[in-house]
């Protein structure tokens, strides 16, 4: 059974940085691409950031590009995304997505609720 | 970028009817166009990629229809486990994008 378990959400304050953490498990990790996806109170879906399966390219939302990094470490079956420069339309929801061919999801997490508030 | 654009924003319906959401792309997309359901406090499932093959889970009732621009997801008789948000969003460039979604609520 796939599983993604987002963790590293909270409360934080407008320029400040937060890492985002996926564990994975019930596949091949290595083998798949992997995206974040969010969504603001009340809002749609947003994508974020998706990194392909080796980890060797990272594609950006304009919203979030130069601010967030997306790194995948295969030896640990986990995705990150650091976010730094934090601001309040930064407020989401942000969900851990198994990617399969084509970037389209096929298994989401349960979200990891980030606010950036002062 | 690729917009893309759902309609109506909110569809009031009953129990049993056949339902049908529009989604358009603001350029060709092929066939590389995914659904998603999303129900109130979940996480969204893949319902339909690739324009139309039906996800793991999902009964025959729920089609995908399209390709280029234009793309529809049926619902051909509506239970009541279908009152949800339905998204649909492009994977045939960068950036990936989002539709703003079609709200299906009880009539």
């Known amino acids: 059974e796939v599983q993604l378990v987002e963790s590293g959400g909270g409360l934080i304050q407008p320029g400040g940085s937060l890492r985002l953490s996926c564990a994975a498990s019930?596949?091949?990790?290595?083998?798949?691409?992997m995206s974040w996806v969010r969504q603001a109170p009340g809002r749609g879906l947003e994508w974020v950031s998706s990194i392909r399966a080796p980890g060797d390219k990272s594609y950006y939302a304009d919203s979030v590009k130069g601010r967030f990094t997306l790194s995948k470490d295969n030896s640990k079956n986990t995705l990150y995304l650091q976010m730094n420069f934090l601001r309040a339309e930064d407020t989401a929801v942000y969900y851990c997505?198994?990617?399969?061919?084509?970037?389209?999801?096929?298994?989401w997490g349960l979200g990891a609720l980030v606010t950036v508030s002062s | 970028e690729i917009v893309m654009t759902q309609s109506p924003a909110t569809l009031s319906v009953s129990p049993g009817e056949r339902v049908t959401l529009s989604c358009r792309a603001s350029q060709s997309v092929s066939s590389n166009l995914a659904w998603y359901q999303q129900k109130p406090g979940q996480a969204p499932r893949l319902l339909i990629y690739?324009?139309?093959s039906r996800a793991t889970g999902f009964p025959a009732r729920f089609s995908g229809s399209g390709s280029g621009t234009e793309f529809t997801l049926t619902i051909s008789s509506l239970q009541s486990e279908d009152f949800a948000v339905y998204y649909c969003?492009?994977?045939?460039?960068?950036?990936?994008?989002f539709g703003g979604g079609t709200t299906v609520e009880i009539k």
């Open positions: 969003q492009q994977y045939e460039s960068w950036p990936l994008t």
């Open positions: 690739g324009a139309s």
């Open positions: 019930g596949f091949t990790f290595s083998s798949f691409a």
């Open positions: 997505a198994k990617a399969n061919s084509g970037f389209y999801v096929d298994y």
